[in-house]
């Protein structure tokens, strides 16, 4: 089994990447994002941690975590971001740890990829057998956000900011897919990059 880091910056295609992987071979797909929603829910890894540091103020009528309020608090407060992140990241790694030996052990699936922006900054390089890099120009993803998620082009501009730079995705990634044009060209550097493995029509 193959295991593959996926990231890229904001608006650079990720989710259609994944989308066409997802249908054409036998693999296992996790993001990360959704992992870290998972474990904060009631009853699960970060729900006490988290609910315990940020307060009842945070919590919906149902005693889950809004993570609206959560975003508000946090993004204005870098030393309580760090803390939530202390909690999350290293739950999100174990969660993630754990899907892999259960899809290694299972001898069927022959592609494993996590997804997110952060796996580089996390650490995840040095885990994962290659990194990815989902590229696109940077007005290219601007029009995208601009279409998709109706983003100024000041907000695109604030969360590329906080991301990793061109230059540093592409000096810790083995493999760049240039998803600036057709995703049909795309698709084509998937398919030449993963030829050893079982493609699914």
């Not at 592609?111 to 990194?131: K, Q, T, W």
């Amino acid at each position: 089994m193959r295991l593959i880091g996926i990231t890229g910056g904001v608006g650079a295609g990720k989710t259609e990447i994944l989308d066409f992987i997802r249908r054409h071979y036998r693999c296992r797909i996790y993001l990360a994002d959704e992992v870290a929603h998972l474990i904060q829910q009631p009853g699960h890894a970060c729900y006490d941690k988290i609910a315990a540091l940020l307060g009842s103020g945070v919590l919906k009528e149902d005693g889950s975590i809004d993570r609206g309020k959560m975003a508000a608090r946090i993004f204005v407060d870098n030393e309580l971001l760090k803390k939530v992140n202390a909690i999350v990241h290293p739950a999100v790694r174990e969660y993630l740890e754990h899907a892999v030996e259960e899809a290694r052990a299972d001898k069927e699936t022959e592609l494993f990829f996590i997804e997110a922006a952060l796996l580089i900054e996390n650490g995840y390089r040095d885990y994962v057998d290659e990194m990815w890099y989902i590229y696109a120009p940077v007005g290219v993803r601007k029009e995208r956000l601009r279409q998709s998620r109706s983003y100024s082009d000041e907000k695109t501009e604030q969360i590329m900011q906080s991301q990793l730079s061109e230059e540093r995705f592409r000096q810790n990634c083995d493999f760049v897919i240039n998803n600036d044009a057709s995703l049909a060209e795309a698709h084509e550097q998937i398919k030449k990059r993963l030829e050893a493995y079982t493609w699914q029509e």
